[in-house]
Nanobody, 121 residues
Framework: EVQLVESGGGLVQPGGSLRLSCVAS????????MHWVRQAPGKPVEWVSS???????YYADSVKGRFTISRDNVQNTLYLDLNSLKTEDTAIYYC???????????????RGQGTQVTVSS
């Protein structure tokens, strides 16, 4: 059974930083492209970043230069470092695999339970 368990969210002031983690199990993590997606209240699920098995990384324009995705294939863990946070980054962040995107929005895939990130002064 595929399991994705996120952690690391919280309340942070604008300009602050957080590190999100996702522990994966039940599939060959090392061979899988992994993704972070997020959902703000009342909005669809938005793609944020991806990392391939070969460590190529990809970012949505809205987070490029501020967020960094990485992975630890020994610990089966995916990370997302969030820096220079803005109020518009407030959302539930999900770790995901096997996603299908349509115009930058996730329409299908497997994701965890999510971790809440709130950026507010």
């Amino acid at each position: 059974e595929v399991q994705l368990v996120e952690s690391g969210g919280g309340l942070v002031q604008p300009g602050g930083s957080l590190r999100l983690s996702c522990v994966a199990s039940g599939f060959f993590f090392t061979l899988s492209s992994m993704h972070w997606v997020r959902q703000a209240p009342g909005k669809p699920v938005e793609w944020v970043s991806s990392i391939s098995p070969g460590l190529s990384t990809y970012y949505a324009d809205s987070v490029k230069g501020r967020f960094t995705i990485s992975r630890d294939n020994v610990q089966n863990t995916l990370y997302l470092d969030l820096n220079s946070l803005k109020t518009e980054d407030t959302a539930i962040y999900y770790c995901a695999k096997d996603i299908i995107l349509d115009g930058g929005l996730m329409t299908r895939g497997t994701r965890g339970q999510g971790t809440q990130v709130t950026v507010s002064s």
